[in-house]
């Protein structure tokens, strides 16, 4: 019986067997794999561009670098890198090797797992992102130069518009409600980033979370923010749900047609197999 409980664990967090039978996460209902996999290329390639532009700017013109990531604006930024770059890689192997799947779908589940997580969080924490900055930290400054007024927008717009890229425009199925509390997590540890870095740099990355200064409203802003996490969560959840049963329902645009008769593994759990000797 232990040997099952892992397997029901990972099925329980999204990761079936076999996994993304159906090739959801490399597909979209407009575009061919191909297409897909050029955009998603081309996408990774500004969000790092703009990283490293961002980065060297900080550490070379303003002398600033290292409370790069310390911001949560830039730690959410790495994460599209890193998505991006993971599924153009993985969508262009598909684009490839057509029937023959992807590589992630022979990987440990550890790594597929982790990829998920990945997704549910650069569909949620740049709309976050976009939401606080422009109603609690945008000011006059924010397009004082070119360089601030292309850098705001590239992490503090445009990120948010990557996001509904992959919402709307993918087959990306929707992240299912165990991953709630792991990438809820993840952001309340963003708490004790910032204030280690008041700690050890004596700056507070973002004027809300000065107690001093806020007094009581920092709970409300922190409490805010957890509300607004579920609600885009869901939001997000039921955006997926409704636009996979659109095109399950009118459409076979994507080159792999979504069987309407079976809900992804986002929202079917499997019931654990006998154990086989690769599950103990």
Partial sequence: MKSL????LYERFGVGSPFDPAHKLVTSPVFSPLALGIIRFLLALYTLVT??????SESLVYHDSKSYLS??????????????????VQTLAFALRGQKGYPLQSWPRVLQLLHLLLLSTIIVFPIIVTAVFWALLASPSTFATRYSAWSNISEHAMNSLFALFEIFLTNVGPSPWSHLVP???LLVCYLGVA????????????????????????????????VGYCVVFIIVRSICLFRWWLVARYTSASSEPIQPEALDEWEEVNQPKESSASDV
């Fill in 5 to 8: 409980r892992p397997v029901f």
């Fill in 51 to 56: 990283t490293i532009t961002i980065l060297a």
């Fill in 71 to 88: 911001y949560f604006t830039d730690l959410s930024y790495i994460g599209l890198v890193s998505y991006f770059w993971a599924s153009s």
């Fill in 183 to 185: 990438v809820f997590i």
């Fill in 195 to 226: 204030y280690i870095t008041h700690a050890t740099q004596g700056i507070y990355t973002y004027g809300f979370l000065d107690p001093a200064k806020e007094h009581g409203l920092l709970a409300a802003y922190i409490v805010g923010i957890a």
